[in-house]
Structure formats: C-alpha cells, structure tokens
C-alpha cells in the first residue's frame, strides 16, 4: 500500500479541500508524521497482485518498488522467437513471503531471486513468485522465458505490447502491453531506470529508451546495450527492430548542454528531414515554455506500425509513418508532462494528454496559426450542452476503453486553457513550470495539480476545477 493508492484513488472524486485532509491522514499511515512504531520483527506476508489503479486495478503488484530492469532479448524476427531474460532489482516495503510481476504469454523456464532458484505459479498475466526464503530491503529477480510474444488488444479496440513488421518488431507500451516482453511491475506509480540488450541480425538496427553504451558483433548477429538512467514507468519503454536509417547527432539545449540524438527512420519510407530538424528547435521551444528538457536523449523513431498512433517513449517517441509537425510537438511535450511528471493513476490520463494537446496549441499559436484562445472558443462553441463531448469528465474516467478519448485530449487542453483565463498568462506560465520543475522524475495525482494551480495563483479554483475535471456537464460561464 503506498500513499499514491489512497490518493489517487480516494482525492479524485474528492473536493480539493478534503483532499488536503486525505493527504495527511495518508501521511501519518504511511508512517511520516505520528509517533515511532514499536520495532517488532513483522511477519512475512505475500504482495498485492494487484496495483489499486482505478482503470487498471490488476495492472501492476504491490508490495515492493522496482529500481532497475536489465531486459536481455535475443530476437529472431522471422520467426518471431524471443529468447529472453529480465533481472529485476527491487525493495520490498516489507518482509514479503511471496510477490508477484506480470507478463503475458511466452513461457516462463526459470525463476531465480538472490541466485536461488524460486518456486512461481501463473494466473493470467500474474507470475506470482514465491522465494526459497522471505526477502526485504533490495532484492534481485531473475526471470528466463521465451517463446513467441504477441501484441496485446485494449479496451478501447486498439492494440499494443509487441508489435511485428514485415522487417523485426516494436514494443508499445501503452498502457498496459510491456507485460507481453517483459515481466515487471505493470503500473506508472512505480518507476525504474533500465538497461537493454538486444540481440538481432546485424543487418537490422535496434532502438530503444536511454543512450547507447555499446554495440557487440558476432557471428551475424549484433547486441545493442542501451542504458535508461532517467526513471521510468514501463508503458514508456521501447525497443523497435527493423531495417532502419539511422541518424546520429546531438542537440545543444538552452542551458548549453550537449544531449546525444539517435533517430532510426524505416529505410523504405522518405528520410524525414524536416521533423529530424525540428526535434532541436521543438526542444529548445519547450525548454523556454516548459523549463529544462527532462531527459538526457533525444530522437525519434518512425516505422510503419498500423497501429493509428504515436507514442512518448522516452527519450525516443515512436511514429507509426511519416511524421507530421502537431505530433512531433505533441509527443515531445510529454517528455515533460507524462515522462518526467507522470500520473500514479491511469484516471489521471489528461495530465499527459491535455498538456501535451495544449503544447499543440501554443506552437501552432506561436508559429503563425490559431491562439490557444481561439482553439478553446472554437470546441466550446462546436460542443453544445447535449453533446456527447462533454462525457466522462477528465478526472473523472470510469471506463478505461476512455483512456485516449477526447475527454483527456481536448477537454484536458480546455482545462488548461479555462485555467490560463483565470490566473493570467504569467502565473500560468509559473504553473507549467512549477509543476515541471517540483515534480520531476514523479508521479502525480491530479489533486497535486490543483492544489500547485491553487499556490502559484493565491486564487481559489475549486469551482474551476469542479466544473472542467469533475463534471461530466458543459462547464457554464467560459
Ligand atoms: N499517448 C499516446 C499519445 O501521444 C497515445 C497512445 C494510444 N495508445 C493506445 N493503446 N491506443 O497520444
Ligand atoms: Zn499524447
């Protein structure tokens, strides 16, 4: 059980005032503010298999918190065949008897944690682990599996987790699909820092998250070691095999600083020169909207997928085909909101999507096309009060097929933007910046917004948010 749970799940639906009262009562269970706990020797209990995500209850375990994932895969593309490896470091919250990871499909051979082998049991995407003996403090999992890894189907119809190509493979994560490649724990409230080895046929290339450390060549086959060291929630990594272009350069960041940018582009589709030079500016544009870019890489991936989106990977967003400028923006900016501050609950989705929609906004704004104003007045106008628009609120989502609905996207810009009307342009701007700068490398809940929001201006939004994130009404008055 960690705060976020209590938070996330309890402070959405509540009032903002109420969720102060939640916060400190969650404070003082959590063991941070109250008298000393007697020291007793607790006993070993079994982790949650579950996370507590309001959409995604099953999603991710409790229990423990990973620190490092070394994903080892040695991939044969034309057979699909994934032979593989994860090692998890992690810290038990607690003396645990048992605990699980989720992953979907392949065949798990062999469990091992602390180097000794572990019994484990599957059910469903659970791989419930019990060790030869309790563990508590840091602890490695080792997990050997292979098999044939397959994409997985959302909710809302769509699909992601390993996606093949006529060439190699792609791993969306989006939210849930890093189960189908490698076992960890499934949810945003728990981020890590990474490291990929990929082993593939010399001919492809492979991307994934983080820089690259090395490149090893043996008998026609290539490993690529990539190291992630910013932490991460696994619905952001990727790795993406394929008969790429690869481009090497590096972009110089406001602060001077000199960040190494790798973009593989599918070798049959046009180069893409101009997002390639966009990416800096883009950057750079963000980084005097936004603050300092979060990240220590950059670049892109574009490869024909057939999946109908773009994802924020980190460091490294993926594109499903040519890249066109909106969606480079929009991804870029979730290396900002979403990447380095990340929701602890899939219900608290616009924080990701309406930010990164309304970062669309600001730069078609500032780049001769329509104000943010004019794009809010145009929706608030186009969705009268029986339109189906204004259903679910964005905070308050019950159906995960609503996850990447216009709710998140647009009525989450329109939030931004109602926002922006209220406090004025420069505590705005102090609130895109704040809530870069004080929640870096996070997760957060959207009580942590409104309560940030509240603090910059010296102003009451209760109403405000009530009307835009709770109320699944045509907020009145805007
Ligand atoms: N977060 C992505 C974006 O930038 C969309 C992901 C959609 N995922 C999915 N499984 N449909 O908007
Ligand atoms: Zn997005």
Redesign the pocket.
Request: net charge negative.
């Given at each position: 059980m960690s705060i976020s749970t209590i938070a996330s799940g309890r402070a959405r639906r509540a009032s903002v005032r109420a969720a102060v009262t939640v916060f400190t009562a969650t404070a003082v269970a959590a063991g941070l503010i109250g008298p000393p706990v007697t020291a007793a020797e607790p006993t070993p209990h079994p982790g949650s298999t579950r996370s507590g995500d309001s959409l995604f209850p099953t999603a991710g375990n409790g229990g423990y918190q990973a620190v490092h994932y070394g994903v080892t895969l040695d991939y044969f593309p034309k057979r699909n065949r994934l032979e593989a490896r994860t090692r998890v470091v992690a810290r038990a919250a607690g003396p645990l008897s048992s605990f699980s990871l989720d992953l979907e499909g392949l065949r798990v051979r062999k469990v091992a944690v602390d180097g000794r082998n572990a019994s484990y049991r599957r059910h469903g995407h659970e791989l419930v682990i019990t060790p030869a003996r309790a563990v508590s403090g840091r602890f490695t999992t080792t997990v050997v599996y292979d098999g044939h890894p397959r994409r997985h189907k959302?909710p809302?119809g769509?699909?992601?987790g390993w996606i093949t190509t006529p060439d190699g493979a792609t791993a969306?994560n989006?939210?849930v699909g890093s189960m189908t490649w490698f076992p960890n724990n499934n949810t945003p409230r728990d981020k890590a820092r990474y490291t990929f080895r990929v082993t593939a046929p010399s001919r492809l290339a492979v991307a994934a998250n983080g820089v690259l450390a090395k490149r090893a060549r043996h008998a026609g086959r290539t490993t690529w070691t990539w190291h992630e060291r910013v932490p991460m929630a696994s619905y952001l990594a990727m790795v993406s095999i394929g008969d790429y272009d690869v481009f090497r350069s590096s972009l110089r960041t406001v602060s001077g600083k000199r960040l190494p940018v790798w973009s593989f582009v599918e070798r049959q589709l046009p180069s893409q020169g101009k997002a390639r030079r966009l990416l800096p500016k883009i950057v750079r544009w963000g980084e005097r909207r936004f603050g300092p870019y979060p990240m220590d890489s950059a670049g892109i991936v574009v490869h024909k997928l057939g999946?109908g989106?773009?994802?924020?990977t980190q460091d490294r967003p993926v594109f499903d085909g040519d890249v066109k400028t909106p969606d480079l923006v929009?991804?870029l900016a979730?290396q900002w909101y979403?990447d380095s501050v990340t929701p602890r609950d899939w219900g608290d989705i616009w924080l990701?999507?309406g930010f990164?929609t309304y970062a669309e906004w600001m730069w078609d704004g500032a780049h001769g096309g329509t104000s943010p104003e004019k794009t809010f007045r145009r929706a608030y106008q186009k969705y009268g009060a029986k339109s189906s628009f204004w259903k679910p609120a964005p905070a308050a989502l019950t159906d995960p097929a609503d996850l990447?609905g216009t709710s998140s996207?647009l009525r989450g810009a329109m939030t931004l933007q109602a926002l922006r009307d209220r406090v004025g342009d420069k505590a705005f701007s102090r609130i895109l910046h704040d809530w870069a700068r004080l929640m870096r490398n996070g997760v957060v809940t959207t009580t942590d917004f409104v309560l940030l929001s509240e603090r910059v201006s010296g102003k009451n939004l209760d109403e405000l948010f009530q009307d835009w994130l709770y109320t699944a009404k045509r907020p009145v008055g805007y």
């Open positions: 959302d809302d769509t699909y992601e969306l989006e939210p999946v989106y773009a994802l924020e929009h991804e979730h979403g990701n999507e990164a990447f996207y």
